[in-house]
């Protein structure tokens, strides 16, 4: 069976610090993945998706990046965060056309 | 583009009642997936139910089922014999059928199970 990995489970970090949030799928090959922010008390927002490796779609311009090196992670990163980045960010994955299945997620706070 | 709407911020509903969440949607495709996710404390996104746009029978899974109205774009979820673990805030969401395309959420409704 699939699984989805997240860490770390929480963070605090300083503003102008960087970032890198890591998600990595087991049980599945080719996954398209997807990075989310949820700020407290609201929906998801799509920060970005792909479909392979070194394939990167950007939903929102903002100080935040994302890349694939390898078929089942997914790296998201900033170099310098910023108040506004606190948030919950969520990773999932699905197959082409199919469902979506989200990892247990970071708390991210920026102090 | 497609949007999803929920225009019940909070719900309510009495332990072992019945409660119906509300969600329509705003797209020209004809091919898409419907799907309710269920977000608890613990903040991961669990998937509830997904509906096949082509399908006409309403998907149904234990007691969660949902009544999809294709024309009227309406997609609501059924929460029957409600217990204390259903408490959580629930997102509709949408899907074009095209392969690899993300999500579109609507904003979420929280639901509080009273015992």
């Known amino acids: 069976s699939q699984t989805i990995h997240q860490w770390p489970a929480t963070l605090v970090q300083p503003v102008g610090s960087p970032l890198s949030l890591e998600c990595t799928v087991e049980?599945?090959?080719?996954?398209?993945l997807y990075w989310y922010r949820q700020a407290a008390g609201r929906g998801l927002q799509l920060l970005f998706y792909?479909?392979?490796?070194?394939?990167i779609s950007s939903e929102v311009p903002q100080n935040l990046s994302a890349s694939r090196p390898q078929d089942r992670q997914f790296i998201l990163s900033s170099k310098k965060l910023l108040l506004s980045d606190s948030g919950f960010y969520l990773c999932?994955?699905?197959?082409?056309?199919?469902?979506?299945?989200f990892g247990p997620g970071t708390r991210l706070l920026v102090l | 583009a497609q949007t999803v709407t929920q225009s019940q911020p909070e719900m309510s509903v009495q332990e072992a009642e019945t409660v119906t969440l509300s969600c329509t949607y705003d797209?020209?495709?004809?091919?898409?997936?419907l799907f309710w996710y269920k977000q608890p404390p613990s903040r991961q996104m669990i998937l509830v139910i997904r509906?096949?746009?082509?399908?006409?029978q309403n998907a149904t899974e234990n007691r969660f089922s949902v009544n999809f109205q294709k024309a009227a774009k309406s997609f609501s979820l059924k929460i029957s014999d409600s217990q204390l673990g259903d408490a959580a805030m629930y997102f509709c969401?949408?899907?074009?059928?095209?392969?690899?395309?993300?999500?579109?959420f609507g904003k979420g409704t929280r639901l509080s199970v009273i015992a």
């Open positions: 049980g599945t090959s080719n996954p398209n």
């Open positions: 969401a949408y899907m074009a059928d095209s392969g690899n395309t993300p999500l579109v």
């Open positions: 797209t020209s495709e004809s091919d898409y997936y």
């Open positions: 792909s479909v392979g490796i070194g394939q």
């Open positions: 509906q096949e746009a082509y399908k006409q």
């Open positions: 999932a994955w699905s197959g082409p056309g199919e469902t979506q299945y």
